[in-house]
C-alpha cells in the first residue's frame, strides 16, 4: 500500500503523530492509499519553513521564477495521464472528465508564470496635487504578501489548487497548502511538479489531514498574510472570522440560475444544460441547478431537455462510456437524494432520474419547483436541476437574483436588449449570454458577490489579490 508522508518546506516529512488515513475510491470503496494526517506542531513547523523559505523566493529574480514554473508546467503535461488516474481514482469523477481537468494543468501554470513575471507598477502625477511642483516623482511597485494558505475542495482537485497554488508562487509567495481531506492524492501530485522543478527549500508544504484542526490553525496565524478559500458559505464566514487583519479571497456557494426566455434556442439551451447541471455529478459551484424558463414555452424546453439528461451515462468512473461518475461520498449521495425527494413531498414533480445506488445518482430532472423552496435557495452540489416558470424577462430576473448567491448566471435569448437588461440586473459575478455558467476560461476574472465571496481569481486577478501595491515617492529639491 502506498503511503504519502507531508510535504514541509519542499521536503518529504513524517507526520509528528506518525498518524495516517486511508484514501478510499468513492464508486468501489478500495483503499487507493495512505495518507500523514499532520498535528499542529506540523502547521508550526510549515509555516517557520514557508516565513524562512518566503524570504529567498521573493528575492529570486522573476525571470528565474518564471523558469521554475516553465519547468514545473513541462512536468505538469507529461504526467498527465498519472493525474488523470489520481483524480479518478480518488474523486470519483470520471475518467472523461479527470483528463480534461488533469490536462489544463500546465496551462495554468504558463500563464501564471507570465502574469507573475509582469508586475507592472504606475507612475504618479503628483504634480496634479495643488502646492506639488516637478521636484517629486512618485511610482507604485508590487511586491508579493508573503505567507499564502491555500485551502481546496474534493471537487476539482487539480484545477482548484493550482488556481490558488500557481499565482501564488509565481509572484514570489512561499504558500501552505491544505487540500481536500478526501482528494489528497492530486495536491502531492502537483506539488512534487514544482519541487521537481527547483523550487527553493521552505517555499511549499503540503499539509493532509482534519480541516478543521488544521485549517483553524492555519488562517489564525500571524505569520500568514493571505489566506485563499474555496469552499462552503459556513466554512468562509468561519475563517472570515478567525482570520484576524489579512487579505481573504474566498470562493463560497451556490446556486446558480439559468434563465431561458422564449426568444432562446430551445435545443441549444436544453443541451446546454443537459452539461452545465450534471457534469462533475454536479458538484460545482458553477453548476446550472435553477433553471427558469418562461412559462410559454416550458413544455417545449422539457421535451428537448428529457432524452439529453436520460441519455447520460453514469456509472464506473474508469468504464469508457461513463461521462458522469460518482459523488464524493454515500452520506453526500444521501443528502441530494433526502433533498429531491423532499422537494418532491413538497409539491414538485420527478421528470425524470433520481435513482441512488451507493454514490451513483441518476441525473435528475425536477419540475414545478417552489422558486423559493429549499430546493431552489440552497446549494444542492448534486446531479439534479429545479426547473420553474416565470411570466417574462423582468420576472425571471427577479427570481434569478432570489438566493443569497451571485456566483455564476446564464440567460439563452436572441433578444439583445433582453441580454443587455439581463447582464446588468442579474446579481452575480459572472453572467453567461447564450451558456450556463458551467465554463470558465482560467486567464478570466472569477468570483462571486452577495455570499457567494469576496474577492477574484483567474491568474491575473489572483495574482493581483497575492500581491501588495507599494508606493514610492522620491523627494527631490527645486531647482527654479
Keep these: 500500500m502506498e503511503r504519502k508522508n507531508l510535504i514541509i518546506g519542499g521536503r518529504d516529512v513524517p507526520s509528528k503523530s506518525g498518524a495516517?488515513?486511508?484514501?478510499?475510491?468513492?464508486?468501489?470503496?478500495r483503499v487507493v492509499a495512505e495518507v500523514a494526517t499532520a498535528d499542529l506542531n506540523d502547521v508550526n513547523l510549515a509555516l517557520d519553513a514557508a516565513v524562512s523559505g518566503f524570504e529567498v523566493w521573493r528575492r529570486t529574480p522573476a525571470h528565474e521564477r518564471f523558469a521554475i514554473m516553465l519547468k514545473a508546467a513541462a512536468l505538469a503535461d507529461e504526467r498527465q495521464e498519472a493525474m488523470a488516474q489520481i483524480i479518478s481514482a480518488e474523486n470519483g469523477k470520471s475518467l472523461i472528465e479527470a483528463r480534461g481537468e488533469a490536462s489544463r494543468s500546465g496551462e495554468i501554470i504558463r500563464l501564471a508564470a507570465y502574469e507573475g513575471s509582469q508586475l507592472y507598477g504606475e507612475t504618479l502625477p503628483l504634480d496634479a496635487n495643488k502646492g506639488t511642483g516637478f521636484d517629486k516623482v512618485g511610482f507604485t511597485i508590487k511586491q508579493p504578501v508573503g505567507v499564502v494558505v491555500a485551502i481546496t475542495p474534493f471537487n476539482y482537485p487539480a484545477l482548484l489548487v493550482l488556481h490558488k497554488l500557481a499565482p501564488a508562487l509565481a509572484a514570489g509567495n512561499s504558500v501552505v497548502l491544505k487540500p481536500a481531506r478526501a482528494t489528497p492524492l492530486t495536491a502531492i501530485a502537483l506539488a512534487?511538479?514544482?519541487?521537481?522543478?527547483?523550487?527553493?527549500?521552505?517555499?511549499?508544504?503540503?499539509?493532509?489531514?482534519?480541516?478543521?484542526?488544521?485549517?483553524?490553525?492555519?488562517?489564525?496565524?500571524?505569520?500568514?498574510?493571505k489566506v485563499s478559500f474555496t469552499g462552503s458559505t459556513k466554512t468562509g464566514e468561519h475563517i472570515s472570522r478567525t482570520a484576524g487583519v489579512k487579505k481573504l479571497s474566498l470562493e463560497l456557494g451556490a446556486s446558480g440560475p439559468v434563465v431561458v426566455l422564449k426568444d432562446a434556442d430551445i435545443e441549444y439551451a436544453a443541451n446546454a444544460i443537459s452539461l452545465g447541471?450534471?457534469?462533475?455529478?454536479?458538484?460545482?459551484?458553477?453548476?446550472?441547478?435553477?433553471?427558469?424558463?418562461?412559462?410559454?414555452?416550458?413544455?417545449?424546453?422539457?421535451?428537448?431537455?428529457?432524452?439529453?439528461?436520460?441519455?447520460?451515462k453514469v456509472g464506473d468512473p474508469l468504464a469508457a462510456d461513463t461521462k458522469v461518475g460518482t459523488l464524493i461520498s454515500k452520506a453526500e449521495a444521501d443528502r441530494v437524494s433526502a433533498a429531491i425527494s423532499q422537494a418532491v413531498k413538497d409539491g414538485a414533480k420527478l421528470l425524470t432520474g433520481g435513482e441512488q445506488?451507493?454514490?451513483?445518482?441518476?441525473?435528475?430532472?425536477?419540475?414545478?419547483?417552489?422558486?423559493?423552496?429549499?430546493?431552489?435557495?440552497?446549494e444542492l452540489f448534486g446531479p439534479a436541476v429545479a426547473v420553474s416558470s416565470?411570466?417574462?424577462?423582468?420576472?425571471?430576473?427577479?427570481?434569478?437574483?432570489?438566493?443569497?448567491?451571485?456566483?455564476?448566471?446564464?440567460?439563452?435569448?436572441?433578444?439583445?436588449?433582453?441580454?443587455?437588461?439581463?447582464?446588468?440586473?442579474?446579481?452575480?459575478?459572472?453572467?453567461?449570454?447564450?451558456w450556463t455558467q458551467l465554463w470558465r476560461a482560467d486567464l478570466m476574472p472569477y468570483g462571486g458577490v452577495k455570499?457567494?465571496?469576496?474577492?477574484?481569481?483567474?491568474?491575473?486577478?489572483?495574482?493581483?489579490?497575492?500581491?501588495?501595491?507599494?508606493?514610492?515617492?522620491?523627494?527631490?529639491q527645486a531647482w527654479n
Aim: net charge negative; charged share 15%.
Design 451 to 476: 455570499s457567494s465571496g469576496i474577492g477574484k481569481e483567474g491568474l491575473r486577478s489572483a495574482i493581483a489579490e497575492m500581491t501588495e501595491v507599494k508606493t514610492v515617492i522620491m523627494h527631490g
Design 357 to 378: 445506488d451507493g454514490t451513483v445518482i441518476q441525473p435528475a430532472i425536477v419540475t414545478n419547483v417552489d422558486p423559493y423552496s429549499a430546493f431552489a435557495q440552497d
Design 192 to 225: 512534487q511538479c514544482f519541487i521537481d522543478a527547483g523550487l527553493p527549500e521552505g517555499v511549499l508544504s503540503v499539509l493532509t489531514g482534519s480541516g478543521g484542526l488544521l485549517g483553524d490553525a492555519l488562517v489564525s496565524d500571524s505569520r500568514v498574510r
Design 277 to 312: 447541471g450534471y457534469i462533475n455529478a454536479g458538484q460545482v459551484c458553477i453548476s446550472a441547478q435553477r433553471i427558469i424558463v418562461e412559462e410559454s414555452i416550458m413544455g417545449d424546453f422539457l421535451a428537448a431537455l428529457q432524452p439529453k439528461v436520460e441519455a447520460i
Design 390 to 434: 416565470a411570466r417574462d424577462i423582468n420576472h425571471a430576473i427577479q427570481l434569478a437574483n432570489s438566493t443569497i448567491y451571485g456566483l455564476g448566471a446564464g440567460v439563452f435569448t436572441h433578444n439583445m436588449n433582453s441580454a443587455i437588461q439581463a447582464m446588468r440586473e442579474i446579481e452575480s459575478g459572472v453572467v453567461h449570454i447564450n
Design 20 to 29: 495516517f488515513e486511508e484514501v478510499r475510491s468513492p464508486f468501489d470503496n
